[in-house]
C-alpha cells in the first residue's frame, strides 16, 4: 500500500530559527501534497496544497512567507518554518494523493516544540 | 468549514458493534465520503471510503443512505485499540478538509 513517510517525527528549536520538515512518499509518485497543522485537542488544519513543479497554494490566514513549501520532485515535499516562534509550536503532518487515484495517505506526523 | 457534522464524543463496550454517525446534507453527486482515524499524537489512518453504494473491507462497513446527506461507519466489534477520533470527511476541489470528528472512547 501507499506509504508516506515524515521526517524528523520531533524537533525542539531556539525562538528565531527555521525548521525544515520532510514529507516522502515512499512506493508512489505523490503528484499532490497537503500540509496542515493541528493544536493540542483540535482537528486537523489544512495549510496548503502543493502540486509538484508549482508554487503551493495557501489556505486563508496562512502566511505563505512563513511556511514556505517546497514539492521539487514527485516524492518529495518539505515544509520550512521560518523564524519560529513559541506560538508556532504544534503538529505538523503531511498526505500526499496520486492523480486519477482516490485515497490520501498521510504522514505520521512532526511534533515541533519552539523554545 | 468542513460539509460534515459528526456527535463530539461516543462510548462502545469492547466487544460490541460502534456506530459512528456522520451528515453530510450538502454533499455533490459526485463527491465521495471518506472515513479515517486518528489515535492520539499520530497521522491519520485511512478506513474506507465510499459513493453511493454501502462498502465493506476488513476494517469497518460504511453505510450510505440512499438520498446520500449521511452515512454511519459500523466497526463490527470494537476493541480498545480502537479507541480513537474518527473523522468524516467529504472532500472539497480534492482536498481533505477535517471537521471536529467524533472521540470513540472503547471500554472493556
Known amino acids: 500500500g501507499a506509504v508516506v513517510s515524515q521526517h524528523p517525527s520531533r524537533v525542539i528549536c531556539k525562538s528565531g530559527t527555521s525548521v525544515k520538515i520532510e514529507c516522502r512518499s515512499l512506493d508512489f509518485q505523490a503528484t499532490t501534497m497537503f500540509w496542515y497543522r493541528q493544536f493540542p485537542k483540535q482537528s486537523l488544519m489544512l495549510m496548503a496544497t502543493?502540486?509538484?513543479?508549482?508554487?503551493?497554494?495557501?489556505e486563508q490566514g496562512v502566511e505563505k512567507d512563513k511556511f514556505l513549501i517546497n514539492h521539487a520532485s514527485l516524492t518529495l515535499s518539505t515544509l520550512t518554518v521560518t523564524s519560529a516562534h513559541p506560538e508556532d509550536s504544534s503538529f505538523y503532518i503531511c498526505?500526499?494523493?496520486?492523480?486519477?487515484?482516490?485515497?490520501?495517505?498521510f504522514g505520521s506526523g512532526t511534533r515541533l516544540t519552539v523554545v | 468549514d468542513a460539509k460534515t457534522t459528526q456527535p463530539p464524543s461516543m462510548d462502545c463496550a469492547e466487544g460490541r458493534a460502534a456506530n459512528l454517525p456522520c451528515n453530510h446534507s450538502?454533499?455533490?453527486?459526485?463527491?465521495?465520503v471518506y472515513w479515517y482515524r486518528q489515535i492520539h499524537s499520530q497521522g491519520p489512518q485511512y478506513i474506507i471510503h465510499g459513493l453511493k453504494n454501502n462498502e465493506t473491507n476488513e476494517m469497518a462497513s460504511l453505510i450510505i443512505t440512499e438520498d446520500r446527506k449521511s452515512s454511519t461507519l459500523i466497526l463490527p466489534h470494537a476493541t480498545l485499540r480502537d479507541t480513537a477520533v474518527y473523522y468524516c470527511?467529504?472532500?472539497?476541489?480534492?482536498?481533505?478538509?477535517f471537521g471536529t470528528g467524533t472521540r470513540l472512547q472503547v471500554f472493556p
Open positions: 470527511i467529504v472532500t472539497e476541489a480534492d482536498k481533505l478538509i
Open positions: 450538502t454533499i455533490s453527486g459526485n463527491e465521495y
Open positions: 498526505s500526499a494523493s496520486r492523480t486519477g487515484q482516490w485515497g490520501y495517505t
Open positions: 502543493s502540486n509538484e513543479g508549482s508554487k503551493a497554494t495557501y
